[in-house]
């Protein structure tokens, strides 16, 4: 397809599992984002991907937050040993890279409930 | 204060009424969106501004940089634009968006 996609869309974990989400921008976009919506609060950001240059993690909210992408494409959230309050809905957004503000496309997000 | 204030938190509106949201915003930035999310949660981006103002079909979106204001309209109204819409910007060398808390819209037929 022309969107990006998120896998899964729902998942339903036990505390204290471990679990992977996974983005596929758009073909062609070299910035990806994940953001992170709790429910009855605002999106916030997560972690940025530009190209080959190092992830800008700033927004993750404690070390059991990890990110990947591999070649430059698909990416990887991962979210260790899960928390009540990791509960959400991951979004994940690519960009072209070219200019600084360039308009970001949202996936459908993969809603996350930690038992 | 948050850097990104919307208003109002909650529209209700008639069908074909004309809607107004407002975002002000207390950063310098070099973009502004205006996204619409689903009841489902899919978001999609409406618009990307900068200056001016931009229109696509019933919607427009205006932004003031020296007033750090953007407002979104909704001309003729419909139930189908009942959905959270949310502002956020990009501001200096950041990339990542800082959101607005949305603003639930209900568009009663």
């Known amino acids: 397809g022309a969107g990006v996609s998120q896998s899964p869309s729902n998942k339903v974990t036990e505390k204290g599992k471990d679990v992977e989400l996974r983005c596929d921008p758009i073909?062609?976009?070299?910035?990806l984002y994940w953001y992170r919506q709790s429910l009855g609060q605002g999106l916030e950001f997560l972690i940025y991907?530009?190209?080959?240059?190092?992830?800008?993690k700033s927004g993750l909210p404690s070390d059991r937050f990890s990110a990947e992408r591999t070649g430059g494409s698909v990416s990887t959230l991962t979210i260790q040993r899960t928390q009540q309050e990791d509960s959400a809905v991951y979004l994940c957004?690519?960009?072209?890279?070219?200019?600084?503000?360039?308009?970001?496309?949202f996936g459908p997000g993969t809603r996350l409930t930690v038992l | 204060k948050n850097e990104v204030e919307q208003s109002p938190q909650n529209l209700t509106a008639q069908e074909g009424e004309f809607i107004t949201i407002n975002c002000s915003y207390s950063?310098?930035?070099?973009?502004l969106h205006w996204l619409q999310q689903h009841p489902g949660g899919g978001i999609v981006s409406l618009f990307m501004?900068?200056?001016g103002k931009k229109k696509h079909g019933r919607l427009i979106a205006t932004i003031n940089i020296q007033e750090k204001h953007s407002s979104l309209h909704i001309t003729a109204s419909h139930p189908r634009d009942s959905a959270v819409y949310i502002c956020?910007?990009?501001?200096?060398?950041?990339?990542?968006?800082?959101f607005g808390s949305g603003t639930q819209l209900t568009v009663l037929p």
């Open positions: 957004a690519s960009s072209l890279p070219r200019r600084s503000y360039n308009e970001q496309f």
């Open positions: 073909s062609g976009h070299t910035a």
């Open positions: 991907f530009q190209g080959n240059s190092a992830p800008d």
């Open positions: 950063v310098g930035i070099s973009a």
């Open positions: 501004l900068s200056s």
């Open positions: 956020a910007v990009l501001s200096g060398s950041a990339r990542q968006l800082t």
